[in-house]
């Protein structure tokens, strides 16, 4: 049954595309949040593992509730790694070290970017589409990314 809320399905259909696409940018900087968490080496190691384990779980409650706002339009999550590096605008990178430095500034620009793209989503979401709830979500879920990228901003002082 469709979701009767106000909203056409035709806006339906496209703010759970918006969301598709930040699913997958979440579900990515989640992935390399991880990777930061296993392979981050040097004198700073254990505090860097501590630091990047607590950012990664946080970005896993952030997914989920995520593709729960693409199920309660009445949409389905995108939920394959194909998908993901299909919909997302973060690029995977590889690199030589694996120093704190090194990630932190990589996951940076992940959230920096994240950031960007959402607060251009978010005045569309409420006018055009007329979809106050999933603006109001995505305006926290932009202050949840600006305090991220303090924290790691703050290390590379």
């Not at 970005?59 to 693409?70: C, G, S």
């Not at 339009?73 to 090194?102: C, V």
């Amino acid at each position: 049954m469709t979701p009767n809320i106000g909203i056409t399905q035709e806006h339906l259909a496209e703010i759970s595309q918006t969301l598709s696409h930040i699913l997958a940018d979440e579900f990515v900087l989640y992935t390399k949040t991880r990777n930061a968490h296993w392979n981050v080496e040097g004198p700073d190691f254990h505090s860097m593992h501590v630091f990047f384990e607590a950012q990664y779980n946080e970005i896993a409650e952030i997914v989920d509730t995520v593709a729960e706002r693409i199920r309660i339009l009445g949409h389905y999550a995108p939920a394959t790694l194909k998908q993901f590096l299909e919909l997302t605008h973060l690029t995977e990178q590889t690199r030589d070290k694996n120093d704190s430095a090194g990630f932190i500034k990589e996951l940076l620009n992940d959230h920096e970017s994240i950031i960007i793209n959402i607060r251009s989503q978010i005045n569309t979401l409420a006018d055009r589409l007329k979809d106050v709830g999933t603006s109001d979500y995505l305006t926290g879920l932009t202050e949840y990314h600006e305090k991220s990228a303090w924290m790691l901003r703050s290390h590379l002082k």
